[in-house]
């Protein structure tokens, strides 16, 4: 078992967490408008549906790594080109962050978790993205191969968690000092394109 691997990803996967994105903003607005509560609840949502494509990459990779090795490669190769195309997609967008809290229905903590849970699941791009993101993270060569992507899955929801939940603790202070600091945004649009592009090269390398 190589832990440098799992390090590795965590260390990927924080950088991930912290890049300005829809979850991560949504979160934050939950909080900033009704309270810290209600954006931890978002976030349990949000975490939760993950395991739903945890179990979709893990079983699906699992079967092509045991009968197609040469289409695990094929794979591995276009989840590489979708990273570059995910960092191309940031380098086009607005570095500009914006924390609106215009029209945002007041919801329950349990409606509010059924809805990033829901939020989640029905969204193809984070099974695509794990099916991106994962291969490059394999850490032992004895170890079943779903058992390993379910290690790479709790670890990626709970680091996510753990910064989210910050985000949603300190979304206050945080969009002040955000909306004071317009070189956050910038700062923080290439944190996310060096993470999509390290982790390409290293899915390429692997």
Same mark, same amino acid.
């Given at each position: ?35 810290? +509560? ?50 191309? +997609? ?39 993205? !794990? ?64 993470? !999509? ?10």
């Amino acid at each position: 078992m190589n832990f440098e691997i799992l390090v590795s990803f965590i260390i990927a996967t924080s950088a991930l967490a912290f890049s300005p994105g829809p979850d991560n903003i949504y979160v934050m607005m939950q909080s900033i408008v009704h309270g810290k +509560k209600y954006g931890i609840a978002t976030v349990g949502g949000l975490i939760t549906g993950c395991l739903v494509h945890t179990t979709f990459v893990a079983f699906g990779m699992s079967i092509i790594i045991k009968e197609q090795l040469w289409l695990f490669t094929v794979i591995k190769w276009c989840g590489a080109i979708y990273l570059i195309y995910l960092a191309y +997609k940031v380098y086009k967008s607005s570095s500009n962050l914006v924390l609106n809290n215009n029209n945002i229905p007041r919801k329950t903590m349990s409606q509010l978790f059924k809805q990033g849970f829901v939020m989640n699941v029905l969204n193809p791009k984070v099974s695509l993205f !794990f099916l991106s993101f994962f291969p490059a993270f394999l850490f032992s060569k004895s170890l079943n191969t779903i058992y390993q992507f379910y290690v790479l899955g709790f670890l990626f929801m709970i680091t996510s968690f753990i910064i989210f939940v910050g985000l949603a603790l300190l979304a206050g202070s945080i969009s002040t000092y955000i909306k004071q600091n317009n070189s956050i945004g910038l700062i923080l649009k290439w944190l996310q394109i060096l993470v !999509f592009i390290a982790i390409a090269l290293y899915l390429i390398l692997s």
